[in-house]
């Protein structure tokens, strides 16, 4: 995770800075998303494991600089040049972020970093690399526990994620944003996430006596935890009948069954059906889990439908976030030794809002979240209490004026002095996270057709960028 872990024209602009003596200018760039997800309103902030390991590695050894020498783009820079790469600390960088597990919405900064221009360049593609694909993996998993309900959710990704580090994200984000556990062993034990498993139909295979043996055989090893998988032939005159017969067995050896797990076939049927048989046979308290390529909308579907599941795998569709493969997080220049800088677009929806800025978040009396709004550092925080005028950051037509009982500044201290901030357990973040789901209202965080949630702007900051609009941008010439 060296500092060539980014794309060649952040090295590019690296030298040009260098050799235009613009190096070491103050520079502030922001990071933000300009579209929730899935449709939604509403992200869930994630990547902070990968990002401290990018701060932390933040350096060039020697075989690196020597493949930087071998590019064309640097074959012909200066000695001087490699002495200031081969010198790189982050002594002088501050990072002020939001929460890992925080509740985050479209245009409002989520990262903020300060110091030397070419370093922050030289930590863009990372960074995004690092709190894209996590805030979308950790936002697809809160999506599934809203629509499953007080249903368990296990992450079940490992063998279907973009490799080694997507699963370990993928394991990590899941937790975050909701799940309760993972079959990933290895995230079990590097980050203490509980782990789940059963078995696979290769188990019942393996048996040619049949597939009552099997169960026999996997209860004997697991008396107290078996959950057998009941669709490798018939999963009503096979399956169940066979895992009853077992259950019967631990049942008179003081042991008390685990479910079973089913895996393809009409899930809300066959739920039924099973929940039925087991209640017959005095098993009420045996679990029905469900896997089989679920999603956020199957599963939303079998609740609805009164399916008898009690717990949940997901895997391909989660951790490979399949319903939208990309955040589209960027990173953009806000700030340059004091001086607002702004992003003009003709695109509205791609125009910058200029200056390094604070992000404010009012409550009502009722602890629900009421509206972000975004202010120019420099302003003075609002207070609870004190009626604001919120504005809209594009559309002139509309503002509110509210009345915050709570105020709370949301852009907090994470990396300063070459010192990493946030001690926060994973499962702090999660319980984070699910606390300020809690406060977000019930008609925003719905899965079809949600009210936005208003993020807005000072006057101050709107003032500030209509001017520099006005400024930057050359007026339109009709012939």
């Known amino acids: 995770m060296s500092v060539l872990f980014t794309d060649l024209y952040q090295l590019t602009m690296a030298r040009a800075y260098f050799e235009a003596n613009k190096h070491k200018d103050h520079a502030v760039f922001e990071g933000f998303f300009r579209r929730c997800p899935f449709k939604g309103e509403f992200a869930i ?3 902070f494991d990968l990002l401290k390991k990018i701060l932390d590695e933040f350096h060039l ?24 790469l081969k ?3 982050l002594k002088d960088i501050q990072i002020l972020a939001m929460q890992e597990g925080e509740v985050v919405f479209a245009k409002e900064p989520l990262i903020q970093i300060r110091g030397p221009l070419m370093k922050i360049q030289l930590l863009e593609s990372s960074v995004l690399n690092a709190l894209n694909f996590a805030t979308l993996v950790a936002t697809c998993a809160h999506r599934i526990k809203l629509v499953a309900k007080n249903k368990s959710l296990v992450e079940f990704g490992l063998r279907r ?37 059963t078995m696979a139909h290769s188990f019942v295979q393996s048996f040619v006596s049949g597939e009552l043996d099997a169960f026999m055989a996997y ?43 089913l895996d393809s076939g009409d899930l809300v049927y066959l739920s039924k059906a099973a929940r039925k048989m087991l209640n017959e046979a005095g098993f009420s308290e045996a679990q029905i889990f469900a896997s089989n390529d679920l999603d956020e909308k199957t599963i939303e579907s079998l609740e ?66 009421l ?35 709570q105020v709370e500044s949301l852009l907090k201290p994470l990396f300063e002095n070459g010192k990493w901030l946030d001690s926060r357990t994973l499962s ?25 949630y208003k993020v807005s702007i000072t006057q101050r900051l709107k003032s500030l960028t209509d001017a520099l609009y006005l400024k930057e941008s050359p007026p339109a010439v009709l012939e």
């Open 45 to 47: 902030f994630g990547g």
């Open 61 to 84: 050894s020697s075989e690196d600089l020597k493949y930087l020498r071998s590019l064309p783009a640097f074959s012909n820079a200066s000695e001087t040049f490699f002495d200031e």
């Open 87 to 89: 010198a790189l600390h």
């Open 161 to 197: 994620a973009q490799g080694p580090n997507g699963a370990m994200t993928a394991s990590r984000s899941s937790f975050l944003g909701g799940f309760d556990a993972t079959s990933n062993v290895q995230a079990g034990m590097d980050l203490g996430i509980p782990v789940v498993g």
């Open 219 to 261: 209860a004997s090893s697991f008396p107290d935890t078996a959950l057998l998988l009941v669709d490798t032939y018939d999963t009503l005159r096979s399956g169940l009948p066979n895992a009853i017969k077992t259950f019967e067995c631990l049942r008179k050896n003081g042991h008390k069954p685990a479910g079973i797990r």
């Open 304 to 369: 609805e439908q009164g399916s008898c599941i009690d717990a949940y795998g997901v895997g391909t569709q989660l951790v490979t976030s399949a319903g939208q493969p990309a955040l589209g997080g960027v990173f953009k220049l806000v700030e340059l030794n004091g001086h607002p800088r702004m992003k003009i677009s003709q695109q509205t929806d791609k125009l910058v809002l200029p200056a390094a800025k604070n992000v404010y978040r009012f409550f009502g009396k009722d602890h629900e979240m």
């Open 371 to 405: 509206i972000d709004v975004m202010s120019a550092a420099s302003e003075q925080a609002p207070l609870a209490g004190k009626e604001i005028e919120a504005l809209h950051p594009s559309d002139p037509f509309k503002k509110a004026v509210v009345i915050p009982s």
């Open 428 to 452: 702090e973040k999660r319980q984070f996270s699910s606390q300020r789901m809690s406060q977000v209202r019930s008609d925003i965080k719905r899965p079809h057709n949600p009210a936005p």
